[in-house]
């Protein structure tokens, strides 16, 4: 069969709204999840979490659990196989966390004892609950405050340039003020889950992650396996935000596979992800504005302090938010983290940015309200022309144009700048506006794209959709590429054996995925005679764009967006409502504007959910979490989420092969500080800690912050 179109014909699939691939498979339920795929003999585990914050295993009595209905194993420090922690990872030293079971030590509440294996779940989960073990506890840290003792800074996390207790000094307007955010968790709709089995000496693991290579890579360091020895599949992941990277329960799984020389599947409870699979840090942060009397900055100062593990450091740079968005003479920005006795935190959807955002873009607007200027005025007067601390220039940035679209179409313009005039009943009204930006990155990718006999064609790539619409992104890429219908393309995605490819996170997946489609595409086209015969095996052509990405030319990169929201506040309930929300965003090419829109959308929520609900409460005393699920843990409803609008400038990447920058957080960046400022605008009260719970605004009032 003919592998050509004509191009005369084609219409451009890129830019073109289309329904996911997948879609069907996924609501008629024969899309299969980790948990889902059946296998034989299959076995079930179980974790033991612990139950002290710090201390050692005194004993596990695991005899008469042994002993109980369909009970095949009890794997605890005393019998589990070892593991090699000596490797080091692309991002830098492995996980400690990861070394499970291999010492008595405990380092928190939640941490991994022992894991039952048993013929059901049902046994194992009755098995675990009934596991005794005995603890030497010791006292424990958990507490997080601002300045408290044992902060230091981590290696990178401190920039700056010229003297800001000198430009303080000389400004005529100063804005100095700390903000908080609590602790968050990711609480994706699929629950972690894996399936480990050994297939004629090779490891075979059923995952739910966000890079099957990354994660079948950690698992052959860990096991001390040959990489090829190893194959990691995530077909369809329903959930991620940073949370599903190499996690406790597939190591777990793999352990018990190789115990019991059978399949074993370990799926997390809700309660057991807020222990295992990390969360956003709580931070407290300061922030210092100076300015002369026209609203130019002369001093750009924001402290940011956040918490780590005793067992792995990962650090939640709040302050870097700042250092590409506004210019100043002394600029400084510095993230500080302390070591405490709980689990360690790790990638969430904007990290960094969604906090740093929150205090920086209510700070800003703090400043407006001093200088008596119009918080976009006073954004727009301090646009940098390069990079404020690197020099760099920037490789696009139409931050101008977001704010002055959004305010076109927000109705910016009518607003009455006084805070708490405006009342409707009961309720009292005000709009509010934040900037926001992203790091637009990339990584070296491989893919296979094969021209079948029959016509159609096969792209074969380790890229994740974690419900972001990926898969129909990609399809959509290597259509344009190959000049052909999207319907002629089998997008085949999540599988480790596909080769090397950058896990599904930091709004670059899309990009560096789709850059190395289009080189293999590209070539097997010129290879193709027009109107030739393919073989029955097929003509497979593969890239890699390493090259490609390491001759980016060096400037400052980054997507831009304008944040707008209105809320109404009742002072005698507390009850804060958000009415409407507005994004623009200036974010590269978009490939597929009905699953964009969704990923705006769906940060944007996100940020409402930040600014007046989600927060987890660890308990002092025990060191663990109080109300560790979805009953305790509150996050917006359907009923909260207002009219949410989001669309995009005409803004490709030059650098790009066709333009993309990336989509997946800058949804969420902004959008709390922009709904704390009309929580402003409403009340006259300047709320710099979040959540805006009804209590706060009850004892807050008028007036003030709180």
């Known amino acids: 069969m003919s592998t050509t179109t004509d191009s005369a014909t084609m219409t451009k699939a890129v830019g073109s709204a289309h329904?996911?691939?997948?879609?069907?498979a996924k609501v008629t339920g024969t899309a299969r999840y980790a948990a889902e795929v059946p296998h034989p003999e299959l076995a079930h585990g179980?974790?033991?979490?612990?139950t002290i914050a710090r201390g050692r295993i005194r004993s596990v009595e695991d005899a008469p659990v042994l002993g109980m209905p369909g009970v095949l194993a009890v794997l605890h420090h005393g019998n589990a196989p070892r593991l090699d922690g000596t490797y080091t990872t692309p991002f830098g030293p492995p996980d400690r966390g990861l070394q499970l079971l291999q010492d008595e030590r405990v380092q928190f509440v939640g941490r991994p004892v022992a894991l039952v294996v048993a013929e059901t779940s049902e046994q194992a989960r009755e098995a675990a609950e009934a596991l005794v073990v005995r603890y030497d506890e010791e006292p424990h840290d958990v507490a997080f405050f601002a300045g408290r003792p044992g902060m230091y800074t981590p290696e990178g996390a401190e920039q700056g340039k010229g003297d800001v207790a000198a430009e303080l000094a000389a400004s005529a307007v100063v804005v100095d003020a700390r903000y908080s955010t609590p602790e968050e968790h990711h609480s994706a709709m699929e629950p972690h889950a894996a399936t480990a089995r050994w297939d004629g000496g090779r490891l075979d693991?059923?995952?739910?992650?966000?890079g099957s290579r990354w994660v079948a890579d950690e698992l052959a360091n860990l096991f001390s396996l040959d990489p090829d020895a190893v194959r990691v599949r995530s077909e369809h992941v329903g959930g991620g935000f940073g949370s599903k990277g190499t996690r406790p329960h597939v190591v777990l799984a793999v352990m018990a596979a190789t115990v019991l020389r059978r399949p074993v599947r370990v799926v997390l409870t809700r309660r057991q992800m807020f222990s295992l699979v990390g969360y956003r840090s709580p931070t407290a942060q300061r922030v210092r504005l100076g300015a002369d009397p026209d609203g130019r900055l002369r001093v750009l100062d924001h402290q940011a302090e956040c918490l780590t593990s005793t067992v792995h450091e990962f650090i939640e740079r709040s302050a870097d938010f700042g250092r590409p968005l506004y210019d100043a003479d002394a600029h400084h920005t510095v993230t500080r983290v302390v070591a405490l006795d709980v689990p360690t935190p790790t990638w969430m959807r904007a990290p960094g940015e969604a906090p740093g955002s929150f205090a920086l873009e209510s700070a800003v607007d703090e400043l407006a309200e001093k200088?008596?200027?119009?918080?976009?005025?006073?954004?727009?007067?301090?646009?940098?022309?390069?990079?404020?601390?690197?020099?760099?220039p920037f490789g696009g940035r139409n931050l101008r144009g977001c704010f002055e679209e959004g305010a076109r179409r927000f109705g910016w313009a009518d607003r009455d700048a006084r805070p708490g005039v405006r009342r409707e009943g009961?309720?009292?009204?005000?709009?509010g506006t934040a900037a926001a930006a992203f790091p637009t990155l990339s990584a070296p990718s491989t893919a296979a794209v094969t021209a079948e006999a029959d016509g159609t064609f096969t792209v074969r790539i380790t890229a994740m959709d974690i419900g972001t619409g990926a898969r129909t992104a990609l399809t959509l890429v290597a259509a344009d590429a190959l000049e052909v219908p999207p319907d002629r393309i089998r997008m085949r995605i999540g599988d480790s054996e596909f080769g090397s490819a950058?896990?599904?996170?930091?709004?670059?997946?899309?990009r560096s995925?789709?850059?190395?489609?289009?080189?293999?595409?590209?070539?097997?086209?010129?290879?193709?005679?027009p109107g030739g015969a393919v073989p029955p095996e097929g003509i497979t052509v593969r890239s890699d764009t390493s090259a490609a990405v390491g001759a980016l030319p060096d400037l400052e990169r980054h997507t831009f967006g304008a944040q707008f929201a209105e809320v109404a506040v009742d002072l005698t309930s507390g009850e804060v409502r958000v009415r409407r929300m507005l994004g623009i965003f200036a974010v590269g090419r978009i490939v597929n504007p009905l699953t964009a829109r969704g990923q705006f959308i769906g940060g944007m929520t996100w940020g409402l959910s930040m600014a007046l609900h989600e927060e987890a409460i660890r308990d002092q005393a025990s060191g663990g979490h109080v109300g560790a699920d979805l009953a305790g843990y509150h996050f917006s409803a359907h009923a909260d989420v207002p009219a949410i609008e989001a669309d995009w400038l005409d803004d490709p990447d030059p650098h790009d092969p066709i333009g993309i920058k990336g989509i997946g957080e800058i949804g969420v960046v902004g959008a709390a500080a922009a709904?704390?400022?009309?929580?402003?605008?409403?009340?006259?009260v300047r709320h710099r800690n979040l959540p805006i719970r009804p209590d706060r605004v009850l004892t807050a009032g008028a007036g003030g912050h709180a």
């Open 46 to 50: 179980w974790l033991v979490l612990s």
């Open 513 to 529: 995925w789709s850059w190395a489609i289009i080189a293999a595409a590209r070539e097997l086209r010129d290879r193709l005679v």
């Open 205 to 210: 693991v059923i995952d739910s992650n966000q």
């Open 675 to 684: 709904i704390a400022n009309a929580v402003w605008h409403a009340t006259g």
């Open 502 to 510: 950058i896990i599904a996170g930091g709004s670059m997946g899309t």
């Open 371 to 392: 200088c008596g200027i119009d918080p976009i005025a006073l954004r727009l007067r301090n646009e940098p022309s390069v990079g404020p601390l690197s020099g760099l």
């Open 19 to 24: 329904t996911r691939v997948e879609g069907v």
């Open 426 to 431: 009961r309720w009292l009204l005000g709009t």
